[in-house]
Nanobody, 128 residues
Framework: QVQLVESGGGSVQAGGSLRLSCAAS????????MAWFRHTPGKEREGVAY????????DYSDSVKGRFTISQDNDRNTLYLQMNNMQPEDTAMYYC?????????????????????WGQGTQVTVSS
């Protein structure tokens, strides 16, 4: 049974940093694709960072490009999201997601319906 567990959320002031973690169990992280999504009430869930695990190919939404970095630690079976220069608009519940596909095309890698496995989320709040 695949389980994804996020941690590392919290409150930070604008300009600050946080690092989110996603511990994966029951999932073969040597292949497949993983991503970070975020959701704010009243808005659609937004994909912000993607990684194709085999190729270590990364992609980011325009809203976080240059500020967020997605990475993996295969030894610890953990996915990370380093968030720098955070802004109030980054406030959201953050989720990690995974799918058993080696690579997703750019037109779909930020579509939540492409992902099979989801964590429970971790809240991030950025104050101005």
């Amino acid at each position: 049974q695949v389980q994804l567990v996020e941690s590392g959320g919290g409150s930070v002031q604008a300009g600050g940093s946080l690092r989110l973690s996603c511990a994966a169990s029951g999932y073969t992280r040597s292949s497949g694709s993983m991503a970070w999504f975020r959701h704010t009430p009243g808005k659609e869930r937004e994909g912000v960072a993607y990684i194709a695990l085999t190729f270590v190919m990364r992609d980011y939404s325009d809203s976080v490009k240059g500020r967020f970095t997605i990475s993996q630690d295969n030894d610890r079976n953990t996915l990370y999201l380093q968030m720098n220069n955070m802004q109030p608009e980054d406030t959201a519940m953050y989720y990690c997601a995974a799918v058993d596909e080696t690579w997703l095309e750019s037109s779909s890698r930020f579509q939540d319906e492409r992902y099979t496995y989801w964590g429970q989320g971790t809240q991030v709040t950025v104050s101005s």
